[in-house]
């Protein structure tokens, strides 16, 4: 018996070795508030409202449609991902990938953050407000109804489309 639960232990471990690195991260699902603590990868699901206040993402945030995003003084290594969301307001963070916020419905605020990729909102429905932020890569605004509005933003690349002068 000995032998046999060596073999088992064994081959479990080398099919663990031989995942890839994100295979083996956790994903986080966030309905409610998460407060100060690491996470690796964070999911707000369809419909969901998630609200983090200074938490630490090690991974990418990924908010699904209709669902509610609130995240203030927060650090996410990778991007920050939303398509079809109800609200995405990111304040005070440091984004070490890309903002990305596609076909949201009612807008919402990417205000006073470190940007080391772009920021990028495309074909949202509702107000959005992109104030203050320092952006190493791109600041891209396209086919936004209404177009974004704020300012003051500093930019490394360009300011394009519908945020040129934000």
Partial sequence: MGVRVFLIAAVGA?????????ALADDRICRGTIGA???????VPAGATCKLN???????????????LRAERVRVDGNVQA????????VDSTVGGSIQLE????????LRNR?????????????????????????????????????RNVVEGNKEDQCARL
């Fill in 14 to 22: 080398a099919t663990a070795l031989m995942l890839p690195s994100w």
């Fill in 37 to 43: 603590v690491t996470v690796d990868n964070l999911k």
């Fill in 54 to 68: 200074r938490t630490r993402v090690d991974g990418n945030v990924i908010v699904n449609r209709r669902a509610t």
């Fill in 83 to 90: 398509e079809g969301a109800a609200v995405v307001r990111v």
């Fill in 103 to 110: 076909q949201g419905r009612a807008g919402g605020a990417v």
């Fill in 115 to 151: 940007v080391e990729g772009d920021i990028q909102l495309f074909s949202n429905r509702g107000a959005f407000t992109v104030t203050r932020n320092r952006v190493d890569g791109n600041l891209q605004c396209k086919s936004n109804q209404p177009r974004p509005t704020g300012g």
